[in-house]
């Protein structure tokens, strides 16, 4: 059975760092492209950054360029998204989730998110 | 900013139709767009209902069905019932190698 455990939310002043990690199992994660999506409080589902299967490759919603990173490492099957320069914009359950393998596009694994609140 | 647009909400009578659509404010939505519909409740995290505009997810029942109509996406659900009251969003992908969420659509059946 395919798991995404997210893990690492909390509470942060603005300003502050924090790093989401997202533990993998049930499937070959070394093969697949994988995704952090986020949701504030009562809002819609925002998409926030892809990281191809090797970590070679990242793209980032405009709204968090330069300060959120992502990262993988397939040897411990984890996915990473340090988080810099918070604000309380950022707050809300942030969820990872697995892009499907026939590059059509969609996601086909959600875990079942981390939340994230930014206030002082 | 690429904008995608999902009614904010829609009811439906039990045993009803209803088709939720999904707006691309810059142009049409097509199927390079692959169009994906995700179902979400409360606390809940979302689950994939139609993929590549008209491909069900697995266990998903077939009384959901997507297409393109006209310029835009579109989740009709056939015979709604009670527990298909949920948050409704749609993803797009756009060529800036971008995936985008609409809006969402809050659909009540009474």
């Known amino acids: 059975e395919v798991q995404l455990v997210e893990s690492g939310g909390g509470l942060v002043q603005p300003g502050g760092s924090l790093r989401l990690s997202c533990g993998a199992s049930g499937f070959t994660f070394a093969s697949y492209w994988m995704h952090w999506v986020r949701q504030a409080p009562g809002k819609g589902l925002v998409w926030v950054s892809r990281?191809?299967?090797?970590?070679?490759?990242?793209k980032y919603a405009d709204f968090v360029k330069g300060r959120f990173t992502l990262s993988r490492d397939n040897a411990k099957s984890t996915l990473s998204l340090q988080m810099n320069s918070l604000t309380a914009e950022d707050t809300g359950v942030y969820f990872c989730?697995?892009?499907?393998?026939?590059?059509?596009?969609?996601?086909?694994?959600w875990g079942q998110g981390a939340l994230v609140t930014v206030s002082s | 900013q690429t904008v995608v647009t999902q009614e904010s909400s829609f009811s439906v009578s039990p045993g009803g139709t209803v088709t939720l659509t999904c707006a691309l404010g810059?142009?049409?939505?097509?199927?390079?767009?692959?169009p994906t519909w995700y179902q979400q409740t409360p606390g809940q995290a979302p689950r994939t209902l139609i993929y590549n505009t008209n491909s069900r997810s697995s266990g998903v029942p077939d009384r959901f069905s997507g297409a393109i109509i006209g310029n835009k996406a579109a989740l009709i659900i056939t015979g709604a019932q009670a527990d298909d009251e949920s948050d409704y969003y749609c993803m797009l992908y756009l060529n800036s190698a971008i995936w985008v969420f609409g809006g969402g659509t809050k659909l009540t059946v009474l």
């Open positions: 810059s142009g049409s939505v097509t199927t390079k767009s692959y």
């Open positions: 990281i191809n299967n090797e970590g070679r490759s990242t």
């Open positions: 989730a697995r892009q499907s393998w026939d590059y059509l596009n969609y996601f086909d694994s």
